[in-house]
């Protein structure tokens, strides 16, 4: 009878292990993404030939906050800041889906959208930011970055359903996708298209990329003038552009 309560006992001790255990598993499991491998995702990395080549970034915390600025250079309508508008929206209509991204507007954010005039070729819009580094080696991307959109091209016109598409692109790049997908269909791809909805290997890319440690943080000051001393701007990046055929 001994032997038997102290099985009992030791098996209800085993049970209790075992279910922390798997409620530690499970709490792992929703912080981290296993790679799906890339037939299934794309590039999470920066793809230009600067510092931050080869290293991933993301947003630390959420929500992520846009400012936008209105359109006021020449070629600006009403439909294309919707459409523009609507794009930017894609994200937070589909917050469920990518999981970990959640934005909002609001006076000063992390990423600012402006307009401007089409500075010529055949470049729609980009993602940008200024570089800095702390004196002990750290990346970090200063806020707000910038998603620019162009207007008023020469030899060829935007219709309002691609500048849905185009603000959406951009957003991702803001984001943390700096790299282009080679697969028409996707989100992410390099070309200009109708498409206004994203692929599987969108939400395979995104997730993987917010499971893994961003290896660039942001820098909280909206202007290079009240920096750390410890840390210096060493430059500016920008997302391959987004390209007309």
């Given amino acids: 009878m001994f032997c038997m309560r102290r099985s009992k006992k030791w098996h209800s001790r085993i049970a209790s292990i075992v279910s922390f255990a798997i409620l530690l598993a499970s709490k792992s499991a929703c912080m981290a993404a296993t790679d799906p491998g890339m037939d299934l995702r794309y590039d999470i990395t920066f793809d230009s030939a600067s510092a931050l080549a080869g290293k991933k970034f993301h947003w630390a915390a959420m929500p992520v906050n846009i400012q936008y600025n209105s359109c006021t250079v020449t070629g600006c309508s009403a439909s294309i800041e919707n459409s523009v508008l609507r794009g930017i929206d894609f994200w937070q209509n589909n917050a469920a889906i990518f999981g970990e991204i959640q934005t909002q507007f609001a006076a000063s954010g992390d990423i600012a959208v402006t307009y401007k005039v089409s500075p010529g070729g055949n470049v729609i819009a980009s993602c940008g930011a200024t570089v800095g580094q702390y ?6 991307l200063m806020r707000p970055l910038t998603l620019t959109i162009y207007t008023n091209f020469s030899g060829f016109s935007v219709t309002d359903a691609q500048y849905q598409f185009v603000s959406a692109h951009e957003m991702g790049h803001c984001l943390g996708l700096w790299s282009h997908s080679p697969q028409e269909g996707d989100l992410m791809y390099a070309y200009l298209t109708n498409n206004i909805a994203y692929s599987a290997r969108d939400v395979n890319t995104l997730r993987y990329l917010y499971s893994q440690a961003s290896d660039v943080g942001s820098y909280p000051p909206q ?10 701007v060493i430059g500016t990046i920008e997302s391959t552009p987004l390209l007309n055929h």
Wanted: proline share 0%; no cysteine; aromatic share 6%.
């Fill in 135 to 140: 004196t002990s080696g750290g990346y970090v």
């Fill in 223 to 232: 202007s290079g003038s009240n920096l750390s001393s410890d840390i210096k």
